[in-house]
C-alpha cells in the first residue's frame, strides 16, 4: 500500500513564477531553510484559491507534501504579507526584481535565516521607500556580507611591490586624487595603488564621495542613511561601480536592473 505523502508546513518568500503544463506553476520561494521550489498545481486556472497567496514577493504560509526526486507538491497557500505595490510600480517592481535575483544568483539551498530576514525587512521596506535606490545600494552591502563576499572599503586592497598596502582609506571631497575599485581583490584602492593598477583589467575609478559612500552603506544602519540625500552623479557612479562589482563576483551581469538605466 503506497504511504500518504508527508506534509509540512513552511512560511516562504515567493521569489519567482515559472509556467509548467498546463495549468500549472513552479513557485521559486525564499524560505529560513534557504530556496524551495515547489509546484502549485493548477494555480493558473482562473479561479485557483491558492494564486492570490503566491503574488511575487508575498510572504506567505505553505502547505506541501514532499516528493522524491522531484518538486514538493503545494497544497496550501495562505499570505502573510502582500507586497501589490512591488508589482504595480514600475521602479519598485524593478528593484525588487534585482533583490530577488540577487539571492538566487549568491546562495545556493543553504539554510539562512539571517538572507531571510534581510530580505523581508528589504522588501517591506522597498514598499513605502522614498529612496529605493539607496536601500537597493544599502542591501547590496548586506547582502555581498552574507555571501561571503564582504568588500573591504576602509582600508586599500592594493599591492605593490609584493606588499600588502593596507593603507586606511578617508576620502574626502577635498581629495584631487581618484580612488581605485579592485573587483578581483575585493575592495577600494588608495591614489598610489590605484595609479599604479590603471592597466590591470577590471580596475576602475573610484570618485571620493562614491567610495565615502560606499564606507557608509557597509557600516551604517539603514535608518541612519535614510534622511540623507545622495547626489545624483554619486547616485549613477554607485550604479556602475556595484554592477561591475557583483558582475565580477557572479560571473554574469544581473539583468533586472538594465531597465531602469535605459530610463534614466
Ligand atoms: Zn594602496
Known amino acids: 500500500m503506497p504511504t500518504r505523502p508527508k506534509l509540512y508546513q513552511i512560511e516562504g518568500i515567493v521569489l519567482g513564477r515559472r509556467d509548467y503544463g498546463e495549468a500549472d506553476q513552479i513557485i521559486i520561494c525564499l524560505t529560513e ?29 505553505i502547505v506541501a507534501s514532499r516528493v522524491q526526486g522531484s518538486w514538493d507538491i ?35 539551498r543553504e539554510a539562512n535565516p539571517n538572507l531571510y530576514e534581510l530580505l523581508d525587512w528589504t522588501l517591506s521596506t522597498l514598499v ?20 561571503g563576499f564582504r568588500p573591504t572599503w576602509h582600508a586599500c586592497v592594493g ?16 581629495d584631487t586624487q581618484g580612488y581605485g575599485l579592485d573587483p578581483e581583490r575585493g575592495g577600494a584602492l588608495c591614489p598610489e595603488c590605484m595609479r599604479a593598477s590603471l592597466a590591470q583589467p577590471g580596475v576602475r575609478l573610484l570618485s571620493p564621495s562614491a567610495l565615502s559612500w560606499l564606507q557608509a552603506l557597509q557600516r551604517r ?21 556595484m554592477d561591475h562589482y557583483i558582475a565580477h563576483h557572479l560571473e554574469y551581469r544581473p539583468t533586472s536592473l538594465r531597465m531602469i538605466d535605459k530610463g534614466k
Do not use: I
Request: aromatic content about 8%; some cysteine.
Open 33 to 61: 531553510q534557504g530556496r524551495m521550489d515547489f509546484l502549485a498545481k493548477g494555480v493558473r486556472k482562473p479561479r485557483s484559491r491558492k494564486a492570490g497567496h503566491l503574488e511575487l514577493f508575498a510572504r506567505t504560509n
Open 74 to 108: 503545494l497544497s496550501q497557500a495562505d499570505a502573510v504579507v502582500l507586497r501589490p505595490a512591488l508589482q504595480d510600480d514600475f521602479d519598485r517592481a524593478t528593484y525588487a526584481r534585482y533583490v530577488a535575483e540577487l539571492v538566487l544568483r549568491f546562495f545556493e
Open 128 to 147: 513605502e521607500d522614498k529612496a529605493p535606490q539607496l536601500l537597493v545600494r544599502w542591501y547590496e552591502q548586506r547582502l555581498l556580507e552574507l555571501a
Open 159 to 174: 599591492e605593490r611591490e609584493r606588499e600588502q598596502c593596507e593603507a586606511p582609506l578617508a576620502p574626502r571631497p577635498s
Open 221 to 241: 544602519e539603514y535608518e541612519e542613511l535614510q534622511p540623507l540625500s545622495m547626489p545624483e552623479k554619486t547616485a549613477r557612479e554607485l550604479t556602475h561601480a
